[in-house]
Every structure is written in structure tokens, then in C-alpha cells.
């Protein structure tokens, strides 16, 4: 910040706290390193003001409880191995947010990759990678907007737990691929190439929203590793249009038109 108050023309990203802007950054990681320490109460909120291109580097976050904006910009890394946000540490908790339009987080290995305990809320924009949409390992994540896509999957979980009530994901291998991790999917939109839904070891449940009306997939659903009749949630069911679809107990694929989560 400047004399006048003004945010200076060379900062990348600005924080605020409890709505007050507190500091003005050239790096992505100088705004990320002054919410390190943020609690819940701060109600901090990472800014982003220009394009921000990484290159072969990757951000780390590794404390705060925080919201990024992406405030109609991109985030991009080009670094193999890793997401270009790489959320680690045991005690984050990261909210993603977008305020403008066209907001993208793009990465090599996966948009967001997050470990270690930590928490991740996505509500906007749009994340994803030559792999991974969302890489998550040991964690805990909420989609409750934005567009999640990946070359491979465009949600991948393992040890993790999933919750998703909006938005839009999809991969050219997978939607939605849980190993060892509990999916709940109550709303959104999930599409993959080979799989909607794929699981190892997994819980996975299609459960209605608070209208009544759960998840939509594109085209029908296939699933893999799981049965149709074993994921729905208690009172849902599969419809296409206006009829209902009863699938039997061997049943993994819906084809067809867009298969709809509803009341039965």
C-alpha cells in the first residue's frame, strides 16, 4: 500500500482482515505467508490482482484458515509432481472463491493437491491439470462450485473424505475416483470418459440435496468397483426425464440421456 492508501500497481495479491485491506504483495507466496497465523475469526481473505504464473514452482501452504479469491485471474504452474497449490501441513483450512469470472487454478500434476489432515472448500472458479482436477490425500474436501477437471480424473480422493454439493467435475479417465475415502455426493454435475464413479475400498454415497434433487451426470452413469443399487442414499433414486430407473443387482451403467438423483 501506498501513501494514499492505494494497492501499488506491482502487487500480484492483496489481504484483507475482518473486510479491512491489511497489506498489498509483488508474490503469491508474501500474501500467503501473512495469513499463516489467521484463525477463523480473522476472516482473511487472499485477493489475487493479476495472472500468476508459477512456472516450474508450485505454492505451498502449510497454516491459516483463509479464503483465496481468484478475482477473475489464473494461478498456473507448469511444475510436474505436484499441484500448483500444494496444501500441507495438518492445520489449513483453505476456502477457494471467485468473485470475477474466468478464475482458473491450472496446474501439471493437479490444480490443488492437498494432504495431511488439511481442509479445502471450492466454490468457484476453475481447477485443473494434465492429471488431477483435485488431488486429495488424507484430507478433508467440499465442492460446492466451480468446474473440477482433470486429463486423468477430475476428483481424486485416497484416505480422504469427500463431500460434494455442487459444481461441475469431470476427467478423461474419471469423475470422481475414491480409494480408502468416503464420497458424498448430494448435487453437482460428474462426468468421466471411462467412469463416473470409480472406488477401491470406498463409501460412496448419492444422497438428495436440500431440494430434493441430488447430482446430475451428463449422458447416463457408469460406475466402477461399486454397483448402482449400492450407492444411492436413503429415498433416491436414478431418473432420466420423467421415469424412474430401477436398476437391477448386477447393474453398473445407466446409458442414455442425463441421469438425475431424486426423491423416488
Known amino acids: 500500500l501506498c501513501a494514499c492508501g492505494a494497492v501499488s500497481p506491482d502487487a500480484v495479491a492483496s489481504v484483507s482482515k475482518n473486510g479491512i485491506v491489511t497489506g498489498a504483495y509483488t508474490t503469491l507466496n508474501d500474501a500467503i505467508q501473512a495469513v499463516t497465523n489467521c484463525t477463523a475469526d480473522d476472516k482473511a481473505v487472499v485477493t489475487i ?3 500468476i504464473a508459477l512456472g516450474d514452482n508450485y505454492q505451498t501452504i502449510s497454516s491459516g484458515v483463509f479464503t483465496i479469491d481468484l478475482n477473475g485471474h489464473e494461478i498456473s504452474s507448469t511444475r510436474s509432481g505436484y499441484g500448483a497449490l500444494y496444501i500441507t501441513g495438518g492445520a489449513t483450512n483453505v476456502t477457494i472463491q471467485d ?10 500434476f493437479a ?17 485443473s491439470s494434465e492429471y488431477y482436477g483435485v488431488y486429495a490425500d488424507g484430507s478433508t474436501v467440499t465442492i460446492s462450485g466451480g468446474t473440477i ?4 480424473d477430475g476428483m481424486r480422493a485416497s484416505n480422504s473424505t469427500v463431500t460434494i454439493n455442487g459444481g461441475t467435475i469431470s476427467g478423461s479417465d474419471c469423475g470422481v ?4 475415502s468416503t464420497v458424498t455426493i448430494s448435487g453437482g454435475s460428474m462426468s468421466g470418459y471411462m467412469y463416473d464413479i ?10 438428495l440435496g436440500e431440494n430434493g434433487i441430488g447430482a446430475t451426470f451428463p449422458d447416463g452413469i457408469m460406475t466402477d468397483g461399486i454397483l448402482l443399487n449400492e450407492i444411492l442414499g436413503e429415498g433416491a433414486a436414478y431418473w432420466q426425464g420423467s421415469t424412474m430407473i ?4 448386477r447393474d453398473t451403467l445407466i446409458v442414455g440421456d442425463d441421469v438425475v438423483i431424486k426423491a423416488i
Open 49 to 51: 490482482l493479476k495472472d
Open 149 to 152: 477437471s482433470g486429463e486423468t
Open 99 to 108: 468473485a470475477g469470472e474466468n478464475s482458473k487454478i491450472t496446474g501439471n
Open 198 to 207: 470409480r472406488q477401491y475400498d470406498s463409501t460412496i454415497a448419492l444422497t
Open 246 to 249: 430401477i436398476p437391477n443387482n
Open 177 to 180: 475416483y475414491a480409494n480408502n
Open 111 to 127: 490444480g490443488i493437491e492437498i494432504r495431511n489432515n488439511d481442509s479445502l472448500t471450492i466454490t468457484g472458479g476453475t481447477i
